[in-house]
């Protein structure tokens, strides 16, 4: 435990986080305590820009900045995997602050000239490539991040960074609340014909967590899957393929009423305008500043030129499957909501195998007995439970990584 620890916010007790105490109403406390620590260091920093070390520079805001870290990223997963009200209210407002937080860090001038400094010095090129790379990335970040610009440039700049970040969490709330809002009921098993016992008991599951009887489907990927892969009656799997591919869009079953068009247009021009103000002529050119692709050019040049490789193969396998649909007594041209079905009953005749059949060699203690085993055959690596350790979820496990009897990881 720290000095900066805060053992009545279970946020900040230092150590894994204690899961079972974490609340809603601790998010915005322990974010905004180390925020303040971070701040700290920057302002210790930007005191005397001109005469720092690789020390008080690099390694004080690695320190900050893995503390503040670990705070946000346990908020983020809680919100990310219970998506509830109480969450989903505080999620925004922490986001907002650590988003403004790294905006004005971005953009502030003292700090930037303290990396600037570190890279201007005699003995940079003789520091480890961990410590190169890092200040290289951080004054790119810093250029990107709009310190050059002048006011009130470096204020626009700022607000967009902001709306693009509240836009970005607008989207993700749409595409769940789409992908919940439709749902069929199931009352009668003929309904859902052909689908495998497994993936009735996954229905059934659903249903029972609705309070419902029978079985019930949304466009969550498991339900979803299961219906358009196994389902016989091909209306249902056009409606449900129909619904996902039109989620949170003006189309659809649930058309306009988790509309994420205007969110996109928005985000798009927000994104066009920052380009422009740093003298990119596009968004993507910015973006490639911290990729190995030189431009926009070269990538879509590579993709066209992968396209044109895989189609011939492509069309003969779709050919293929068309013909075997087709036996069936198909009807063709093949839709969409047709390929993931009949896929999957070519692959059973060819092979003698489907992916209901490979599931029980897929189950989950087979997989994590063949890849711990594979980890310890390789790198001597040993995968120890603990049950000790708190998770948010019962079917969550912690594991301590050891090597030679000694810890290394969790």
């Not at 000095?3 to 899961?19: H, I, M």
């Not at 907002?96 to 953009?107: A, I």
């Not at 649909?325 to 079905?341: N, T």
Request: aromatic content about 10%; some cysteine.
């Amino acid at each position: 435990m720290t000095s900066n620890d805060n053992p009545s916010n279970p946020l900040l007790a230092g150590g894994l986080p204690r899961f079972g105490a974490i609340r809603p109403e601790h998010a915005v406390e322990a974010l905004k305590q180390r925020l303040d620590e971070y701040q700290i260091v920057i302002d210790q920093i930007a005191a005397e820009p001109e005469s720092v070390d690789y020390a008080s520079v690099v390694e004080a805001e690695t320190l900050a900045d893995n503390a503040l870290a670990t705070v946000w990223s346990t908020i983020a997963h809680l919100h990310g995997v219970q998506q509830s009200p109480a969450w989903r209210e505080v999620y925004p407002a922490c986001l907002e602050e650590l988003t403004r937080f790294h905006t004005q860090r971005s953009q502030n001038r003292e700090l930037y000239l303290a990396y600037k400094t570190l890279r201007g010095r005699p003995d940079f090129e003789q520091q480890s490539p961990a410590i190169k790379a890092c200040i290289e990335h951080e004054l790119t970040e810093f250029r990107l991040g709009g310190v050059g610009l002048p006011e009130p440039d470096r204020r626009r700049f700022a607000e967009i960074n902001l709306r693009l970040s509240a836009l970005g969490n607008q989207f993700g709330n749409h595409v769940l609340d789409a992908t919940e809002a439709y749902k069929e009921h199931f009352e009668r098993v003929e309904q859902l014909a052909g689908l495998p016992p497994q993936e009735l008991e996954l229905l059934a599951g659903m249903a029972s967590s609705a309070d419902k009887s029978g079985w019930m489907a949304t466009l969550s990927y498991p339900s979803y899957k299961a219906i358009v892969t196994y389902a016989d009656d091909r209306a249902l799997r056009e409606r449900f393929h129909r619904a996902y591919v039109t989620r949170a869009s003006e189309l659809g079953p649930n058309a306009g009423e988790f509309d994420n068009t205007p969110i996109v247009s928005e985000m798009l021009a927000l994104r066009a305008t920052q380009a422009g103000m740093l003298g990119f002529d596009s968004y993507a050119r910015l973006r490639l500043e911290k990729r190995m692709a030189e431009n926009p050019e070269a990538i879509e040049s590579f993709l066209l030129e992968l396209a044109d490789l895989a189609r011939p193969k492509a069309r003969e396998q779709l050919s293929e499957l068309a013909a075997f649909a087709e036996s069936l007594g198909a009807q063709l041209p093949l839709a969409p909501w047709d390929l993931a079905y009949y896929s999957e009953k070519l692959r059973e005749q060819q092979l003698g195998i489907s992916q209901d059949k490979l599931k029980p060699w897929l189950e989950v203690e087979n997989v994590f007995s063949g890849l711990f085993g594979v980890a310890e055959a390789l790198f001597d690596l040993r995968f120890v439970a603990d049950e000790s350790v708190e998770t948010w979820h019962r079917d969550a496990r912690y594991y301590r990584v050891e090597r030679g009897g000694e810890p290394m990881a969790g």
